[in-house]
């Protein structure tokens, strides 16, 4: 299992990826991005991670929002097969769901804040994975969540590593929604989840998207070739 601290992947990358990622890892020395990438892609017809958005795989896409938030990057709970797009953490326990691979995540590092992405989540601007991370850091959260009109959202995810045990509890009591077992997790250890909502962050200028899309489209899910029609159609 590859230590999340190190970023393994930029051995093989060009000598001006491997400066970025040095530069990544020295901004954020407490804190890893992982791209959860470990379905089964049923409803896509095809893998997911690598169908084509906007010119790159999706899983691509993912990995360079949060390498563009400073951040080493790595995929968990996938297949050793996309470990050209950055390194993996494979899963110990595949077929469980996201929450097993966020758990093997965060076995696999030592640092005390660890980011989640989805790769099914093309559209988020990296401002607000950097956000996320500066609330966690500033707040001593357990779980830093968003909210878009009124409603958490389980990704982005930003979890202190103490949180772990408690994840692993409830994926091996058969819980494996995610949001829930955020909740559980942040309950046993004292604190509520935090949520922030985005509409305030970007009304504040604190967050904003690079192609100027609004909150609301930040968050679709493309688990459909429909999907992924509607997703490059916000772009364009």
């Known amino acids: 299992m590859p230590d999340a601290t190190q970023d393994p992947?930029?051995?093989g990358l060009d000598s001006e990826s491997r400066e970025a990622s040095k530069l990544n890892r020295a901004a954020n020395p407490d804190a890893v991005g992982f791209v959860l990438a470990g379905g089964n892609s049923s409803r896509m017809g095809a893998d997911k991670a690598l169908v084509q958005f906007a010119g790159h795989p999706l899983v691509g896409r993912a990995v360079s929002i949060l390498r563009q938030a400073g951040l080493a990057t790595f995929i968990a709970g996938a297949r050793s097969a996309l470990a050209s797009f950055a390194p993996v953490v494979e899963d110990s326990q595949p077929g469980l769901g996201p929450l097993s691979g966020i758990c093997?995540?965060?076995s696999s590092t030592p640092a005390s804040?660890?980011?989640?992405?989805?790769?099914?989540?093309?559209?988020l601007p990296s401002s607000l994975?950097?956000?996320l991370l500066h609330h966690a850091r500033i707040t001593g959260a357990s779980v830093t969540l968003c909210s878009v009109n009124g409603f958490a959202q389980s990704f982005p995810v930003v979890l202190r590593r103490e949180t772990l045990p408690?994840?692993?509890?409830?994926?091996?009591a058969g819980r494996g929604g995610c949001y829930s077992a955020f909740q559980s997790a942040a309950c046993r250890l004292g604190q509520p989840v935090s949520v922030l909502p985005v509409e305030l962050l970007v009304q504040s200028g604190h967050v904003a998207h690079p192609d100027g899309l609004p909150a609301t489209r930040w968050f679709?899910?493309?688990?459909?070739?429909?999907?992924?029609?509607r997703a490059e159609s916000s772009l364009r």
């Open 113 to 123: 804040l660890s980011v989640f992405v989805p790769v099914d989540l093309p559209l």
């Open 220 to 229: 679709l899910n493309v688990n459909t070739a429909h999907d992924l029609r």
């Open 166 to 172: 408690l994840l692993e509890r409830e994926l091996e």
């Open 129 to 131: 994975i950097v956000l």
């Open 9 to 11: 992947g930029a051995q």
């Open 104 to 106: 093997a995540g965060l």
